[in-house]
Nanobody, 125 residues
């Protein structure tokens, strides 16, 4: 059974940090591009970051560059999103996704067919 399970969300104050994990099972993560997406209330799903399957190339949306770091551990079938210097605008449900994705389009949610259930991140003072 294919599964992606996010964890690590929570509530933090502005300037704080969280690390999200995406544990996968039922498929070989080695061959898949992994993306992290977020959806705030009343807004569409936004690509946050992605990491390639081949050379660990990464891509970030401009609003998180320098603050978020994506990584993967194929031996543990897990991907991570380290989030530092969090801002209230980062508040959203965060999702991980995996797919055979053109890396040039890896921030587009339409490219992915495997999704987790999401984890809430709230940044507030």
């Amino acid at each position: 059974q294919v599964q992606l399970v996010e964890s690590g969300g929570g509530s933090v104050q502005p300037g704080g940090s969280l690390t999200l994990s995406c544990k996968t099972s039922g498929f070989n993560l080695d061959y898949y591009v992994v993306g992290w997406f977020r959806q705030a209330p009343g807004k569409g799903r936004e690509g946050v970051s992605c990491i390639s399957s081949s050379d660990d190339s990464t891509s970030y949306v401009d609003s998180v560059k320098g603050r978020f770091t994506i990584s993967r551990d194929n031996f543990k079938d897990t991907a991570f999103l380290q989030m530092d210097s969090l801002e209230p605008a980062d508040t959203a449900v965060y999702y991980c996704a995996a797919g055979f994705v053109r890396f040039s389009a890896c921030l587009s949610p339409d490219e992915y067919d495997l999704w987790g259930q999401g984890t809430q991140v709230t940044v507030s003072s």
